[in-house]
């Protein structure tokens, strides 16, 4: 069974440029939490969505950012105009479904820098 | 406020030391979940253990322990003979009842010398 997959895990872009980043949760598992990881700090939930919905968005900036879990394929993290300090790393985990915690893993993570 | 403090910023120890990480959380709901999650130098997240609210007893894996006391608001985890390997930084992290999201402290970094 694979495990969370993010795409790509490193990316590059230019002050004022789009970032999109890709997340397919595990088999079977129909909920998604974005984390963002900034140089040396710990992680900070950003948005948790299930199939077509996003149910919590409470943690992501208010401008430039959005998250959508369409019914067919990944989810997917879209940074417009990105700037110098949205370079960090970005974190996808899923659950099968609200309140199995103990099955909500991690993907590998996308590495962002912004130049 | 839902807060997890990681006092120790690093820590070095010798191959086969024992060592103990700490972690400090706050949170007014009576029923939440705690966690441990490993990230190697390769940068992904490895899920360590889960612990809701209910379960104190403490819990050993291998060379892994974890101490859950509730009167201290503390889970800290201690690693016994430690090994190279085990370098890596250590987050804790707390899930409030009712969401699934997590809070995380800021990590521990832990290096581990031959």
């Known amino acids: 069974n694979a495990g969370v997959m993010q795409n790509p895990r490193h990316l590059v872009r230019r002050r004022g440029q789009e970032a999109r980043l890709r997340c397919s949760p595990m088999k079977g598992h129909s909920h998604v939490y974005w984390y963002r990881q900034l140089p040396e700090e710990g992680l900070k939930f950003m948005v948790y969505?299930?199939?077509?919905?996003?149910?919590?968005e409470s943690g992501m900036p208010k401008e430039r950012f959005s998250a959508e879990f369409p019914k067919e394929g990944p989810s997917i993290l879209r940074i417009q105009q990105v700037v110098r300090g949205d370079s960090a790393a970005y974190f996808c985990?899923?659950?099968?479904?609200?309140?199995?915690?103990?099955?909500?893993?991690f993907g590998p993570g996308t590495r962002l820098t912004v130049t | 406020a839902q807060k997890v403090t990681q006092a120790q910023t690093e820590i070095s120890v010798v191959e086969k030391e024992d060592v103990t990480l700490d972690c400090v959380y706050e949170?007014?709901?009576?029923?939440?979940?705690l966690f441990w999650y490993k990230q190697p130098p390769s940068g992904e997240l490895v899920f360590l253990i889960r612990r809701n609210s209910f379960d104190e007893q403490n819990e050993i894996s291998g060379r892994y322990s974890w101490n859950f006391q509730k009167s201290t608001s503390s889970f800290n985890f201690t690693i016994t003979a430690s090994q190279v390997v085990d370098s890596a930084v250590y987050f804790c992290?707390?899930?409030?009842?009712?969401?699934?999201?997590?809070?995380f402290g800021t990590g521990t970094r832990l290096q581990v010398f031959p």
């Open positions: 969505l299930q199939k077509e919905n996003i149910i919590d």
């Open positions: 985990a899923s659950s099968p479904a609200q309140g199995a915690m103990d099955e909500q893993y």
């Open positions: 949170t007014r709901d009576t029923t939440y979940y």
């Open positions: 992290a707390l899930s409030p009842w009712n969401t699934d999201k997590l809070i």
